[in-house]
């Protein structure tokens, strides 16, 4: 038994170290005893569960990022658009995990209008763009999307929001939906 448990405890490290627990966490993971460990091991089991979904998630969108990087090199002003196209998709990552009710909806409102505008903003400098650059932030924003639609599907279900954002979010989803090559 006790083999096995330090043999759990290497192993939790293979696992937990690169998930972001520090190696001394998991040595205290040993010391709490088997009924903690067997607890933090089916958390870890939970986390890697959905681990992979998001490093594939976020190498995808690296990989796109760097492509679109390349193309708009000689772009003039192409480095900030991509930019401020990350961020905006930031914000509105952000603005949706902040909504956990109707109220929330409500005000969020103004900053999803702030979105759309943003996302509406990048049409001029999209248009300008030569066809390579724009096949590349075309794949951008569909990288983008793929991350944050699943957050947008997760807050309209919540009792209520719909009937509050189902509007706006369309809007802005259509200006997104815009972008492409």
């Known amino acids: 038994m006790k083999r096995s ?5 290497v192993l939790m ?3 937990a170290v690169p998930m972001g627990c520090t190696p001394e966490a998991v040595k205290d993971m040993g010391k709490e005893g088997s009924a ?3 607890a933090a091991a089916r958390q870890m089991a939970e986390k890697t569960k959905a681990a992979p979904g ?12 760097g492509k679109a990087q390349d193309e708009l ?3 003039e002003g192409g480095s900030d658009m991509l930019k401020n196209v990350s961020e905006t998709f930031a914000k509105a990552t952000a ?3 902040g909504v956990t009710d109707a109220d929330s909806a409500t005000a969020a409102l103004p900053d999803i209008s702030k979105l759309t505008e943003s996302f509406g903003g990048f049409s001029d400098m999209y248009g300008k763009l030569p066809d390579a650059a ?11 999307l793929g991350e944050l639609k699943p957050i ?3 807050v309209l279900a919540i009792p209520g929001v719909e009937a509050i954002l189902k509007q706006p979010v369309d809007g802005m989803l259509e200006k997104i939906g815009s972008f492409k090559a």
């Open 5 to 9: 448990f330090g043999f759990c405890v």
């Open 13 to 15: 490290s293979l696992v």
């Open 36 to 38: 903690s460990a067997k």
């Open 54 to 65: 998001e490093i594939a998630s976020a190498t995808g969108m690296a990989d796109m990022m």
């Open 73 to 75: 090199k000689s772009v």
């Open 95 to 97: 603005t949706f995990k």
């Open 134 to 144: 724009k096949s590349a932030v075309s794949s951008v924003f569909a990288s983008a």
């Open 152 to 154: 947008i599907d997760k």
